[in-house]
């Protein structure tokens, strides 16, 4: 799967390992930055991900900040991207079987190494189940999406 990885300096360190292991595993890895520890902006990371989903470059991407927090609110402004705060396996598999998942957030802060691993295989290996009641819930959420791009022109 082609991915796109980023974060700031308070998740460069979960990103850098998950990039090699994925490399390793057989993704194409897509590195958007940070490279280093230095004090960044999350919003620039965030988005230079969700842009490559949006696009349709990119299948998937993941970000990482201290909490995800700021990250998600932040990749969750570009249309097409639907992000998610996950520190637990069942969210993230969740995520993208339910609610189409395209962006996975987690916090270098809040979760360890391993846990981090985890939720990525487990975005990674679900799919979009497309039963009805899920592809209406993302058509409304879409709908959403659609009305407010209007307003704004």
Known sequence: MKLALGADHAGVGYKDAL????????????????????????????V?????????????????????????????KVP???AGV???TYSA??????DDMNVLCMGERVIGIALARAITDAFLSAAFSAEPRHRRRLQKVLDIEARHLKSDT
């Open 19 to 46: 990039a090699a292991e994925l490399r390793e595993a057989g993704h194409e890895i897509v590195d958007v930055g940070t490279h280093g520890t230095d004090s960044v902006d999350y919003p620039d990371f965030a």
């Open 80 to 82: 097409g991207v639907r």
């Open 48 to 76: 230079a991900v969700a842009e490559q989903v949006a696009r349709g470059d990119v299948e998937r991407g993941i970000v990482i900040c201290g909490s995800a927090v700021g990250v998600c609110i932040a990749a969750n």
């Open 93 to 98: 598999a969740q995520g993208v079987d339910h």
């Open 86 to 88: 996950c520190h637990d």
